[in-house]
């Protein structure tokens, strides 16, 4: 269960979508898609310059380099020919991750004009500069090769 809408930098997102990430047998988290403007369109999803919201609520015990690896990977499948550019960002974005449990949120929060604001366990940790690299973040769940396609469907729903 999350909640059907959320406040973030003074607006209030609405829960586009919801579904489990699994890896082999391992129920890993429940990701929610918050959005200003609900979609079913992840083109238009990812390009919206609108707060935006990936909410992870983890579901097993992770390093964080479990995440941070798990995400690069996203990045590799999803903005390649963007990696020269981002790979500083996604370095940085692993420093602000660390270890979870069963019951932790991780948040990743873009904010048009800032950047994406990284919270884990009801604490920001820090942000991360660029549109480009939230566009390449939201992509490792709604782009052309996501981490998982029914995961992407259930985030879609609009």
Do not use: H
Not at 68 to 92: C, D, H, V, W, Y
Not at 98 to 105: L, Q, R, S, T, Y
């Amino acid at each position: 269960k999350m909640p059907d809408q959320i406040a973030a930098e003074g607006k209030t997102l609405r829960l586009n979508g919801m579904g489990l990430r699994t890896k082999i047998v391992f129920k890993v988290y429940v990701a929610g898609l918050y959005l200003e403007t609900l979609s079913k369109d992840a083109a238009t999803v990812i390009a919206s310059d609108q707060v935006k919201s990936m909410r992870l609520a983890i579901l097993r015990s992770l390093k964080g380099t479990q995440v941070s690896e798990a995400i690069e990977e996203g990045f590799e499948k999803n903005s390649k020919p963007q990696m020269a550019a981002l790979k500083p960002r996604l370095t940085k974005l692993g420093t602000l991750i660390p270890n979870v449990e069963k019951g932790d949120d991780v948040v990743l929060t873009y904010v048009p004009g800032k950047g994406t604001v990284v919270t884990v366990k009801g604490a920001e940790k820090g942000v991360v500069e660029g549109k480009d690299f939230a566009d390449a973040l939201f992509s490792v769940w709604l782009g052309g090769n996501p981490v998982q396609d029914d995961l992407k469907k259930e985030l879609l729903r609009g």
